[in-house]
């Protein structure tokens, strides 16, 4: 793999942090989550963070977070559902490594969402389907498309290996 950090994308409930953490572990590389990060700094959860400071707040969070992991390296960084949606956020991770989108249906992903209130985009069913539709087509600028319907962790992590020893995606990077 000539890959040096892979940034994990795809809707909420994909498994992007359960998937880090074991890509990372079979990797020998440093696993790191960015709502787990904002949620130490800020000393709240997401859920309390959009509450009280709002989504625009937290989405400022998520590029701040990014630039302060970007000089790592040999890192797996799962992103938040909504990190790669914003334009800026998915060309500074097109180009800082490789990104892999985690494709899982909608009632997959709904029987996976708790409904405890810590995802706070999940409250309404309608909105969460509109929602869906929209960031699949900012996930489909991954690099790599990594259908994991009804797979366990251990079979995607394989995928993702797999995949990219076949075959390295070309990385586009700023001109020398």
Do not use: C
Request: hydrophobic share 45%.
């Amino acid at each position: 793999m000539t890959a040096d950090k892979i940034y994990l994308v795809g809707f909420m409930a994909a498994g992007k942090s359960t998937v880090g953490r074991v890509l990372a572990q079979r990797l020998g590389w440093q696993a790191e989550d960015i709502d787990s990060l904002i949620e130490q700094r800020e000393r709240m959860t997401v859920a309390d963070i959009f509450a009280r400071h709002g989504e625009p707040y937290f989405r400022r969070s998520e590029r701040e977070m990014l630039r302060l992991l970007q000089p790592m390296r040999h890192v797996v960084v799962a992103t938040g559902g909504g990190t790669f949606v914003d334009a800026e956020n998915r060309d500074f991770m097109n180009l800082d490594g490789v990104s892999i989108w985690l494709d899982v249906p909608l009632p997959e992903l709904v029987a996976r969402i708790p409904l405890d209130g810590r995802r706070p985009l999940a409250a309404d069913k309608a909105a969460l389907e509109q929602l869906y539709l929209a960031r699949r087509e900012s996930y489909r600028h991954a690099h790599v498309h990594i259908d994991s319907t009804h797979l366990a962790v251990d079979d995607v992590v394989g995928k993702i290996v797999d995949t990219l020893t076949a075959r390295p995606p070309v990385l586009a990077r700023p001109p020398a």
